[in-house]
């Protein structure tokens, strides 16, 4: 592994279903983040994680959930999705929490229908 | 509230230059990032600010006037390549990122 990976890349999934994103780290990086990108709005952060053990919550937290059991793993849970969380998802990654140069995962669409 | 402000789409020629500009209002701030992103990928870091004056390196400059919350991307002898969305982020007291919605910036040969 080099960087960030994200899985799966894309995903067609039933309104109601539950559904982890999996997000993995190879650098070490304490901090870690998730983002949904939708046409024509900036990147907005659903959940961080300053550190292995520690989450907060980002500017659009409902309906997500993320656990951080340790340094290098950083799952995405939809418990039950919905149509309006049909997006692209990114993990990324920094130092740390404070300078925050953020290394982006590929990103996995998610289609909730 | 905080809020990015930037140029929705912007038209130029190859071997020229662009400037794109961003304005920022946030609670607080810690410097200011320009990320590039091209079309179905990942963003990807390209310079950081966080006092006021012009960073070089390379053919990509970025400018912050922390005291008018205005910041610019200068791109100069544009590649085809260059073809891609610009996003800025600032970074608020709790050293979050507030996002842009991005630029995209059209390169025409």
């Known amino acids: 592994i080099a960087g960030i990976t994200q899985a799966p890349t894309s995903q067609i999934l039933a309104a109601g279903r539950r559904m982890t994103l999996r997000c993995t780290q190879d650098?070490?990086?304490?901090?870690m983040y998730w983002y949904r990108q939708d046409l024509g709005l900036g990147l907005r952060l659903i959940h961080y994680s300053n550190t292995a053990g520690t989450t907060g919550k980002g500017e659009v937290p409902d309906g997500y959930s993320v656990s951080r059991a340790n340094t290098d793993d950083f799952p995405l849970t939809l418990a039950s999705a919905v149509p309006s969380q049909t997006s692209v998802y990114f993990c990324?990654?920094?130092?740390?929490?404070?300078?925050?140069?953020?290394?982006f995962g590929p990103g996995t669409r998610l289609t909730v229908l | 509230g905080q809020n990015i402000d930037q140029p929705t789409e912007m038209t130029a020629t190859e071997g020229a230059i662009v400037q794109i500009n961003c304005t920022y209002q946030t609670s607080g701030f810690n410097g200011l990032f320009w990320y590039q992103q091209h079309a179905g990928e990942a963003p990807t870091f390209l310079s950081y600010n966080v006092l006021d004056g012009l960073e070089e390196k390379g053919r990509f400059s970025s400018f912050l006037s922390r005291s008018k919350g205005y910041s610019y991307l200068l791109l100069k002898e544009l590649q085809m390549k260059d073809s891609a969305s610009y996003l800025c982020?600032?970074?608020?007291?709790?050293?979050?990122?507030?996002w842009g919605a991005g630029t995209k910036l059209i390169i025409k040969p």
């Open positions: 990324a990654s920094s130092v740390d929490g404070t300078y925050n140069e953020q290394f």
């Open positions: 650098m070490r990086h304490n901090a």
């Open positions: 982020a600032a970074q608020d007291s709790n050293y979050q990122l507030i």
